[in-house]
């Protein structure tokens, strides 16, 4: 299961194994979604996280 790592609204970075990728392409990346984030315990607008390039 792939999974995506996002981060919310209030900088808490966390990974999420339901967003929705469908219409997310490279140099796609819009809004974000709203996720339930385990820090706050709430839904978030969270967008995905690039990983670490050099
Ligand atoms: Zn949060």
């Known amino acids: 299961m792939e ?14 194994a339901s967003f929705p990728m469908q219409n997310l392409g490279a140099g796609r990346i819009g809004p974000g ?4 984030c385990p820090r706050c ?8 996280v690039a990983p670490e390039k050099g």
């Open 3 to 16: 999974r995506t790592i996002v981060r919310c609204a209030e900088g808490h970075v966390f990974s999420t």
């Open 33 to 36: 979604r709203l996720l339930r």
């Open 41 to 48: 315990a709430r839904l978030r607008h969270s967008v995905p």
